[in-house]
C-alpha cells in the first residue's frame, strides 16, 4: 500500500511586512472569497491583510503569484488606488501590478545570481 505524503506548504501562516502592515499568508484550496481575485491562483485581501494563495501551483506560478499579491499590498499603500490616484481604476492597477510582477519574476529566475547578491547584502 502505498501512502502519500503530504507537505505543507512553508508559507502557510507566515506573516510578511509590508509597509506599516503585517500581511498574513494563508495557502488554500483554489476556493477564494470574492474578493479581489488575481487570475485563479491568489488574492489579496486588504481589509483582513492576508494573501491567499492557491496550494500547489509549479514552483515559477507560486512566486509570480506571491510577488502579484505583494505588489497589490505595496501599492494601496501608496494613496495611488483611492479616487484620483493614477491606479484607482481597477484595471490599470491589474494592468501595473501583472506586468511588475510578471517582470520581477522573470527577472529572478532569469538571473539567479542576482537573488544570492540580494541575499548576500540583505543579510549583512
Ligand atoms: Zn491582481
Known amino acids: 500500500m502505498v501512502t502519500k505524503k503530504t507537505t505543507i506548504n512553508p508559507l502557510h501562516n507566515k506573516e510578511i511586512k509590508v509597509g506599516y502592515r503585517i500581511v498574513k499568508i494563508k495557502v488554500t484550496p483554489a476556493n477564494f472569497n470574492k474578493g479581489h481575485m488575481c487570475e485563479e491562483y491568489g488574492q489579496y485581501q486588504e481589509r483582513i491583510s492576508t494573501i491567499d494563495l492557491q496550494d500547489k501551483l509549479k514552483v515559477r506560478d507560486e512566486v509570480n503569484t ?16 483611492g479616487k484620483g490616484g493614477v491606479l484607482s481604476d481597477e484595471d490599470t492597477e491589474e494592468k501595473f501590478v501583472l506586468t511588475q510582477a510578471n517582470a520581477l519574476t522573470a527577472l529572478l529566475f532569469d538571473n539567479k545570481w542576482f537573488v544570492q547578491y540580494l541575499y548576500d547584502k540583505v543579510m549583512q
Open 66 to 81: 506571491f510577488v502579484h499579491e505583494l505588489l497589490h499590498a505595496i501599492v494601496s499603500d501608496m494613496g495611488e488606488t
